[in-house]
């Protein structure tokens, strides 16, 4: 199976992690519980996704965006 890339915005902070729905654009949004803080988001986020597309979380990789709302993330 190919890798593929996804666009996601995140929305930390919020009461449960979930995914809320697609943007218009084909944005994922996600709503993570995590804070934005020493990477929780992002690891919970990498999470969610993992269990979401049913693979490990070692094949979900942020490409671009750790800082950021919006990233791109590789899911093998």
Known sequence: MAARMIRVKV???????????EM????????LAAVPEKGRANEALIVLLADHFGVP???VTIASGHGAQRKL???E
């Open 11 to 21: 929305i930390p902070r919020s009461a449960k992690s979930e995914i809320a729905g």
């Open 73 to 75: 993330v590789r899911v």
């Open 24 to 31: 218009a654009d084909g944005t994922l949004k996600v709503r």
């Open 57 to 59: 979380a070692s094949a």
